[in-house]
């Protein structure tokens, strides 16, 4: 198993700017690690996923351009800087992992483990 832990949520405004830290116990090398985000009354949507083994990253087409995926050599810590927000990105974000051997996958069924989640705010 694989256990999850993620800092870095707050509050911005909008077009600033946060970090959110998911920080992984265990190899994850053969595994995807993936953010989500569930907004007040709606489902949990995927954000961004990366294979810790290939490298390989996906995006949400809602983020594409404001929101990036990095990690550290360890491939323990992945981050997800976020730019240009909106009030629209205001959600709890989760970390996710799963084990994967291709492309990141943004689907919620496929991952089976979850952080505690982090809550974002933007305002406007």
């Known amino acids: 198993p694989v256990e999850l832990v993620e800092t870095g949520g707050g509050s911005a405004q909008t077009g600033g700017s946060l970090r959110l830290t998911c920080t992984a116990s265990g190899d994850t090398y053969r595994y995807c690690l993936g953010w989500f985000r569930q907004a007040a009354g709606k489902a949990r949507e995927g954000v961004a996923g990366?294979?810790?083994?290939?490298?390989?990253?996906k995006y949400a087409d809602s983020v594409k351009g404001r929101f990036t995926i990095s990690h550290d050599k360890t491939r323990d810590t992945m981050y997800l800087q976020m730019n240009n927000l909106r009030p629209s990105d205001t959600a709890m974000y989760y970390c996710?992992?799963?084990?994967?051997?291709?492309?990141?996958?943004?689907?919620?069924?496929?991952?089976?483990?979850w952080g505690q989640g982090t809550q974002v705010t933007v305002s406007s």
């Open positions: 996710a992992a799963t084990r994967c051997y291709n492309s990141p996958t943004l689907r919620e069924d496929q991952y089976n483990f």
């Open positions: 990366w294979n810790a083994g290939s490298g390989g990253i």
